[in-house]
């Protein structure tokens, strides 16, 4: 028997094709929900030989996220919509994000484009009561070095994830958040990939391993679900006891 039940529940995972939101698409779908998913490749075949892209069962579209106007004229397939998780994302490195190019990028992505599937899908999540969860990060709560726009772009999210929160639940939309540690995705690569960095990183983390996309879906089941029907506003840390 399923531990949550999510069967005849639609849910919209944007950053769906891939790491984090990829885990949490696959265990909406073991869990009976119908599961869509948005990512930025052409089709769902692009990701044929990419690890952590599972896409079989899923139902996939891609729609620039960060481009409003298309996100306004995306989804029409999607009259009926519980859950609707946010967690796409992105970084640039190499000091990027401290050139104006760079720093709007990250931020129109990780942040404003946050707020435009959040508007688009305000109906549909209202008529259903249904549940909205972004996708911060533990860089929201310390400074993340070289990377201003990623750290801004998170913190921000916290403050997103309580005013939506507070601004919609009045239409019966429960809207939380889940901040992930270290996992181990095509976004840290730069991390996983290096020993020193990688040792340096399992070294803060007191559960001695990286994070996995599971864990945190675990988190967004939890508070997509009944069982989280009094949680409004707030953001789960999920990493491995890192933050303390
Ligand atoms: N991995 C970590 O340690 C970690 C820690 C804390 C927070 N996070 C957050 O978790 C989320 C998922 O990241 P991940 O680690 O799983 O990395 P990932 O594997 O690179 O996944 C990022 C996802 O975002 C999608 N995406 C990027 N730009 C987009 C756009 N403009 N429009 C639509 N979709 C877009 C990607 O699509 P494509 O597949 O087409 O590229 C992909 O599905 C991000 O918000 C990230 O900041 C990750």
């Known amino acids: 028997m399923a531990d949550i039940d999510f069967s005849g529940r639609s849910v919209l995972v944007v950053g769906g094709s891939s790491g984090i939101g990829n885990g949490i698409a696959r265990s909406f779908l073991q869990r009976g929900a119908t599961v869509h998913v948005w990512g ?10 990419e690890p952590g892209s599972d896409l ?12 409003a106007a298309a996100v306004a004229a995306a989804g029409h397939e999607l009259e009926q919509l519980d859950v609707l998780v946010l967690c796409q994302g992105t970084v640039i490195y190499r000091r990027g994000e401290f050139e104006m190019a760079g720093f709007e990028k990250v931020v129109s992505v990780n942040l404003n484009s946050m707020m435009a599937c959040a508007l688009r899908f305000q109906p549909q999540l209202a008529r259903a009561k249904g549940s909205l969860i972004l996708i911060s990060s533990t860089a929201a709560y310390r400074t ?30 429960r809207v939380n958040g889940v901040a992930p540690g270290l996992v181990d995705t095509k976004l840290t690569k730069v991390t996983m990939d290096n020993p020193d960095r990688r040792e340096w990183a399992m070294s803060m983390i007191p559960a001695k391993r990286v994070g996995t996309p599971e864990d945190i879906a675990g988190a967004v089941l939890f508070l997509a679900s009944p069982l989280a029907g009094y949680v409004i506003g707030q953001t789960i840390v999920v990493d491995g006891g890192a933050a303390l």
């Open 56 to 67: 079989a069962g899923l139902h996939y579209a891609c729609v620039d996220a960060s481009d």
């Open 144 to 173: 993340t070095l070289g990377n201003p726009a990623y750290n801004a772009s998170k913190a921000a999210l916290l403050g997103l994830t309580r005013s939506l929160a507070h601004a919609w639940i009045g239409d019966g939309i």
């Open 40 to 49: 930025t490749r052409p089709s769902a075949a692009d990701y044929a030989s």
